[in-house]
């Protein structure tokens, strides 16, 4: 996550304006970005998530869109919103494990949002 701030923070002047909201309800977990300081919306270009903390290694599960798309500022775990990729290598049938902390980052253009929640 550091790499990914220090990036953003270098290259195109990424502000954590952002918070993310974990929801869990039923079996769906929902990541809800939304802006702090501003009325904006904080759009998704980028999401990972990571089983515990990062610690140099590769997302459990990340997203990816395309600068063109519309704004999206809701995303369920392991469902790949339209217009978005998801990286390569990421297992099938994809699930959070019960009592498992994860750790969650998303991006989007100027914002840098960071979290974690426990897996229920």
Request: contains cysteine.
């Amino acid at each position: 996550m550091l790499a990914l701030a220090l990036l953003c923070a270098t290259l195109s002047g990424c502000q954590q304006g952002a918070e993310i909201i974990v929801d869990q309800t039923g079996a769906r977990t929902l990541f809800t970005t939304k802006m702090i300081s501003s009325s904006g919306q904080a759009c998704i270009r980028n999401l990972e998530v990571y089983e515990g903390e990062p610690d140099g290694r590769a997302p459990l599960w990340q997203i990816v869109g395309e600068p063109d798309d519309g704004c999206v500022t809701q995303v369920e775990f392991a469902k790949v919103p339209e217009g978005f990729s998801q990286a390569d290598g990421t297992p099938a049938n994809l699930k959070l494990k019960s009592g498992q902390h994860y750790a969650v980052q998303a991006s989007g253009r100027g914002w840098l949002a960071f979290g974690g929640f426990d897996a229920r």
